[in-house]
């Protein structure tokens, strides 16, 4: 959502209270609350130093050691301390009231010199330095006091690490683990002449036990082994023996089968578990029936068979992949020692389900970029278990009002439209949508059970929507789809719909609204009656999901099809060239047919802990051909807006240069086109709790790809083609500043937008930026954004 400024938002005097409570909390003295002979903790730093380290691993030393210290310093921005400036600008020693509530909830009390033990803080670094091979170290500190403001310096000197001189496991060849291990040696994370690390150590056991429970030692831990250091080799260097313990279980060195495999269906919390109710399916145990979900269904996420070796792998594919089930809110895995067969287990899965149906209402009050504001509801039915195999089923009901009042810039409407004479304009709608996710691949050929951890869909969708345009047009829309989703893998997610069906027919045409059509012959055709019958393709790349990179990247590419079958079959079947004039139909009305390819990609580079440099690329473009001479309205690209270029309202820019008439102005006709080029680049940063801050440059523009003429030869829309060497001087450029809320489960969103480029404007009038006022009003003022979570 956008909205303009009000005049009441531009007053100073309305402004003022909120400048003199921030210069307050601003100039608030930072030491006001300090006890007398203690001083603030305002910071504190770490060197290592080691002139003989040949690892050079000082500045890796220097972060890790860092955190170490406690407590941390109050929080600060460019050495202002918000939280603590509203602790002691609403300092009170009474235990209720506004003030205390204000100084407990939003402030931070002072954090002093005298709460950090540096003592203790020393120890534990030297501790951290020992675990990376720095034996002899020592770790001093020095406090410096000035004006009630302390800071403290802690100093490491190192010197050479131990390196690994050899590695050596001690095992006992006559049982099967110690081969198991022997084995897993080339793969080890320990290497002659690498610094000593205790924590490499770790993750070489934590290695092993990973390999050893793919091999069937469901018993086998870390644990289990142990490791030996000898440092008395000489010459800064050690020896490390790993063995297993002597008291390990005979049951954590035993490799393990899998017996019987029991699937509780319907488990409850503290149901009593009976095997001796169940039905046998291909080998398995279903308990008690298949009332809720049929076994066949079932059995496609379960890996584990019986005779099998027992297998880490096997156990998190199965997990995961039930527990992608609509139909089940908990999925757990146990297992048990046979008790008649030695080396065998039993495995239990616990299926609980979740609440089958549910129905859901909200009601929302929706305000958009060009003034429209009014009511909207959305009624929602959901049964997880539609058909007895975790089909998802969505029922969904929509209804809204909107109205435009108030001046908006926009001219004098077009004759005809008496009621918008008055600046209102008003427009309802309603929809059905029903879509059906069901949890496998439905398909007339014999596909194989795909083996990823997630459940491949096969998706439907049913809907209708009735779009009036109070004395304009009413739009009718039908739409169906058929098509599957599958991951392969964390990072690919691949959607084809083959199937694609719309059907958009435009009815109860005003005067008005009928002239302005016969006047445009593009937006003639873009709203024609007309048939969408066609495929859409997407395939989507992330890496969001790994966890202790530097930086990650999606990529999202859509291709979308239209017409091309249905024209194909026609045309072997006989049928004359499609024309302008004189398209081909299908049952009485024209289908488009085109080709459209949009790509989305994002870069994200982490700095620091929370900070974060976004990137983003869009780009795309639509060609119609054959039976249509222009793209479907529906399919065409815009850009403006709260997730778009920021400092313009939403589709209020392009195509290219061209400026829109004020007909179109007061209608309700987006500014469109067929290629689409936008970028931005947000800097996010923290600021205090959970309020995060922004600045962001945003730049993008939509093209035709051909100019569209009049009866009288005209262009329809002058400056709208796209041309290659004006790329740069027609890009809508923005720039702004944000701020975010983020408690984590959602994300409330402000940003403020102030206009740098206006490709609208004459040529050597286009910065905008030169004249700009901090003006809330006015053709190229800010525009304040307001959205739920971030915009890419």
């Known amino acids: 959502m956008i909205y303009p400024m009000r005049a009441a938002m531009r007053n100073k005097y309305f402004q003022l209270p909120f400048i003199l409570l921030l210069l307050a909390i601003w100039s608030c003295n930072s030491t006001k609350t300090i006890p007398e002979g203690d001083a603030l903790f305002a910071g504190y730093s770490v060197k290592v130093k080691g002139e003989k380290d040949s690892s050079k691993r000082q500045g890796d030393m220097e972060v890790e050691l860092s955190p170490v210290v406690r407590p941390q310093p109050n929080a600060s921005i460019l050495g202002w301390r918000p939280k603590l400036g509203i602790y002691n600008a609403f300092y009170t020693k009474k235990e209720k009231g506004l003030k205390h509530f204000i100084m407990t909830k939003f402030g931070e009390p002072p954090v002093l010199v005298s709460a950090v033990d540096t003592g203790n803080v020393s120890q534990i670094m030297s501790n951290r330095l020992h675990n990376r091979g720095y034996f002899n170290n020592q770790v001093g500190s020095t406090t410096t006091v000035k004006k009630k403001m302390g800071t403290i310096d802690w100093v490491a000197k190192v010197g050479e690490p131990y390196r690994i001189r050899k590695v050596a496991y001690t095992l006992n060849d006559s049982l099967p683990v110690h081969q198991d291990i022997k084995q897993t040696w080339s793969e080890s ?60 279980s005979a049951q954590a060195l035993r490799p393990y089968t899998l017996d019987d495999i029991y699937i509780l269906a319907n488990y409850s919390v503290g149901d009593s578990l009976s095997t001796s109710d169940t039905l046998n399916v291909r080998g398995y145990h ?14 496609r996420g379960v890996f584990l068979d019986k005779d099998s070796l027992y297998t880490r792998q096997e156990h998190l594919l ?50 958009k970029s060009n003034n429209f504001v009014g009511p909207g509801v959305t009624v929602s039915f959901q ?27 926009a001219g004098t409407p077009p004759e005809g439209t008496e009621t918008v004479g008055t600046g209102n304009l008003t427009s309802f709608q309603l929809g059905a949508q029903a879509k059906l996710a069901i949890p496998r691949i439905v398909s007339p050929f014999n596909l194989r059970n795909l083996r990823t951890e997630f459940v491949p869909q096969t998706r439907m969708g049913l809907g209708f929507d009735f779009l009036q345009r109070v004395d304009f047009f009413s739009l009718n829309s039908y739409n169906a789809t058929y098509g599957y989703n599958w991951r392969p893998s964390q990072r690919f997610t691949f959607d084809a719909t083959p199937i694609n069906l719309q059907y958009v027919r ?67 079947a006989g049928a004359s060239s499609p024309t302008d004039d004189a398209p081909r139909t299908l049952i009485s009305d024209p289908y488009a047919q085109y080709v459209m390819l949009d790509n989305d990609f994002r870069y994200y580079l982490n700095i620091g802990k929370e900070s974060q440099l976004v990137a983003r690329l869009v780009t795309g473009a639509g060609f119609s051909y054959g039976n249509s001479s222009t793209m479907p309205y529906v399919k065409q690209f815009s850009v403006g807006g709260p997730n778009s270029i920021r400092a313009f309202r939403a589709r209020s820019v ?95 969103r402000l940003d403020l937008g102030i206009p740098v480029q ?30 739920i979570g971030y915009p890419f």
């Open 189 to 248: 994370l320990l290497k002659p002449n690498d610094p000593y690390d205790l924590g490499t150590m770790t993750q070489e056991r934590v290695r092993i036990d990973a390999v050893l429970k793919n091999k069937g030692y469901y018993y086998f831990s870390p644990n289990t082994m142990i490791f030996s250091v000898d440092t008395t080799v000489g010459n800064r260097q050690a020896d490390i023996l790993l063995r297993v313990k002597r008291e390990a």
């Open 318 to 367: 199965t997990t995961k992949r039930l527990a992608g089930l609509p139909a089940y809110k908990f999925v757990n895995i146990d297992y048990k020692p046979d008790t008649v067969n030695i080396g065998k287990l039993d495995a239990f899965i616990y299926l609980t389900p979740a609440l089958k149906k549910s129905i859901r209402a909200e009601v929302q009050m929706v305000s």
């Open 758 to 787: 206006a490709p609208y404007l004459p040529k050597g009038e286009r910065n905008v930026l030169k004249d700009f006022n901090g003006s809330f009003s006015g053709t190229n003022s800010m525009v304040l954004n307001i959205g």
């Open 286 to 299: 279903y308990i008690p029936d298949e009332n809720y979900v049929k076994a066949r269904h079932l059995l």
């Open 383 to 409: 049964n997880r278990n539609a058909f007895h195999g975790s089909e998802l089923l969505s029922l969904n009901l929509t209804g809204s009002f909107e109205t435009r009042s108030g001046d908006t810039g």
């Open 654 to 748: 392009g195509p290219g240069t061209y400026i829109p008439t004020e007909s179109e102005q007061f209608s309700y006709f987006d500014q469109v086109g067929d290629i689409r080029l936008l970028g931005n680049l947000e800097y996010r940063f923290p600021i205090f709790g959970f309020f995060k801050g922004a600045v962001f440059v945003d730049a993008g523009n939509i093209w035709l790809l051909r100019d569209t003429f009049n009866d009288d030869g005209t262009v329809v829309k002058p400056g709208g083609k796209f041309e290659a060497n004006n790329i740069i001087s027609e890009l809508a450029i923005g720039t702004g500043a944000g701020l975010r809320i983020d408690v984590e489960f959602f994300v409330i």
């Open 506 to 572: 435009l009815s109860n045409t005003s005067p008005a609204f009928q002239e302005l059509l016969e006047d445009n012959p593009y937006l003639r055709r873009s709203f024609e009656n007309q048939f969408i019958v066609g495929s859409i393709y997407q395939v989507t790349y992330s890496d969001q999901m790994l966890p202790d990179r530097a930086n990650h990247f999606f990529d999202n590419v859509t291709l979308d099809l239209s017409g091309n079958l249905v024209s194909l079959v026609q045309g072997l």
